[in-house]
């Protein structure tokens, strides 16, 4: 930047430097050359009068200083104030002389060959029809500026030392407020205008810049929370599975080993079973979970939630019998866009929940009602209720108010996250209400 402004002062004061002294020079020129041609005029006109009058002796009279040549009509040199005539050529062909032969008044300019000198001509035809030439030589304007190269050298050096400094002092003026500008707190307003539509896309740029960074923080914490997830998955899944099938295997090595009483053997046979259920549901379940993670969509379509919850409700009415509970549906037919296995996954797993957690004697009721913007189904129960403290939790993976409870009655700890993801899914919310002793509501509500 210092070389560019650097470049462009020395350049304008060059130009500049350079206009002045073509317009000094030429106006001067002109000047004493107009000066100076007057008074050759004159000085002619004048002497041409005292050859007029006194012929050679007045010529002769006068000192070297003034350079006349008086030339004979016929361009032969009669008397030159300088030079000897014997020497000098006929001068019939000088431009200055034939123009005043023939009109009366003459003039020219010549050159010298390295043409720092001219000499100016003026002629005049006396009354005889001689000629009477002065001229004076000057120096050219080239020999002037010749004269004058060392003056313009030390200008130039002068021109080069002020625009050095002029550029040095301009660029730290210019490129302070630039220097200055801290670039993660970028002023409202420039330190010119002319920087605003930079600063702008600056500005633009790092808000880009910033969300891309906040975008790519919060897909790692998320990738981080899933990977997590899916260890803890992975090891409670071990955890679950390995807890029947070490009862199984127990159970079975003391049939093997004859250490079981005959009488006992068919208890022992419906403890296999029941792990062996237990083992078979969590399979299930997990299996139903891992659908849901699939990166390939389910297919929404019309459902009937009416029609979905009769067959569930009937294909869990022998375990509900056999716990004295009552089953009771409620409402009429809502088709809401849905898929149809998760429909009926998450109805399964709220009534088994009612039967499940109820009380000897108790109902599950499933309620379907719409109101303008959506269909709700509500499943609730007189069971044993959820403590507050649990609320917030039940939805997680695995997770169990009471472990032993829960495994009683061939719990996974899976059925409400299948809920919860499956309800997701389809865009639906689910609230919970529960008192403890008094029973449970888990209300799912689908967009319609
Ligand atoms: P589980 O297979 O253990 O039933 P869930 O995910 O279905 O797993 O439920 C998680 C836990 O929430 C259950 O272990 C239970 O403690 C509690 N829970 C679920 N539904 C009810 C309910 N209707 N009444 C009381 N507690 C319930």
């Known amino acids: 930047m210092t070389s560019k402004i650097f470049r462009s ?55 070297e200083n003034c350079r006349l040549t008086w030339v004979d009509a016929d361009g032969t040199v009669l008397y030159d104030t300088r030079s000897d005539v014997t020497q000098m050529e006929n001068h019939a062909q000088r431009e200055e002389i034939q123009e005043a032969l023939t009109t009366g008044k003459g003039s020219s300019v010549r050159y010298s060959e390295t043409r720092t000198e001219k000499t100016i001509y003026r002629a005049v035809r ?29 200008i130039l050096v002068a021109a080069l030392a002020i625009s050095m400094l002029l550029a040095y002092k301009l ?12 670039m993660d707190r970028l002023p409202d307003t420039p330190p010119y205008p002319e920087l605003e539509p930079l600063l702008q896309k600056i500005k633009g740029q790092k808000q880009e810049i910033d969300k891309q960074k906040k975008e790519l923080a919060d897909k790692r914490l998320s990738m981080e929370f899933a990977e997590q997830n899916r260890r803890e998955f992975t090891a409670n899944v071990s955890h679950e599975l390995k807890t029947p099938l070490q009862s199984i295997m127990g159970s079975a090595e003391l049939i093997e080993n004859g250490m079981v009483k005959p009488e006992d053997l068919s208890r022992f046979a419906g403890k296999i079973r029941k792990e062996s259920h237990r083992l078979l549901t969590l399979i299930e379940d997990i299996i139903h979970l891992s659908w849901l993670d699939e990166d390939e969509p389910l297919r929404m379509e019309p459902v009937d939630l009416y029609a979905a919850a ?46 499940k957690y109820n009380r000897n004697g108790g109902k599950v009721t499933v309620r379907i009602s719409e109101t303008e913007e959506k269909v709700l189904l509500s499943v609730s129960d007189t069971g044993i209720g959820i403590p507050q403290a649990h609320q917030s939790r039940i939805f997680e993976r ?28 389809m865009n639906a919310d689910i609230t919970l209400e529960s008192a403890l002793g008094v029973g449970t509501t888990i209300t799912v509500k689908f967009k319609k």
């Open 126 to 154: 006396l009354s005889d029809g001689t000629v009477l030439r002065t001229s004076i030589s000057q120096a050219t304007v080239l020999y002037l500026v010749l004269g004058m190269l060392q003056t313009i050298a030390v």
């Open 310 to 355: 009769e067959e569930e409700i009937a294909s869990l009415r022998p375990i509900a019998s056999e716990n004295n509970i009552q089953l009771n549906l409620l409402g009429e037919t809502a088709v809401i866009q849905g898929i149809p296995q998760l429909v009926r996954e998450i109805i399964h797993n709220l009534c088994d929940n009612g039967v």
């Open 9 to 63: 002062i020395f350049l304008v004061a060059m130009c500049i430097l350079a206009a002045c002294f073509v317009m000094i020079i030429s106006i001067l020129n002109t000047y004493f050359t107009g000066v100076e041609e007057a008074q050759m005029e004159n000085s002619l006109q004048f002497s041409a009068l005292g050859v007029e009058q006194g012929g050679l002796s007045y010529l002769q009279g006068l000192d």
């Open 398 to 425: 695995f997770y169990r108010v009471d472990k032993s409870r829960s495994k009683a009655t061939g719990g996974t700890g899976l059925g409400l996250s299948i809920v919860k993801h499956a309800a997701s899914y």
């Open 171 to 182: 660029t730290n003026n210019i490129m302070s407020p630039l220097r200055n500008l801290d």
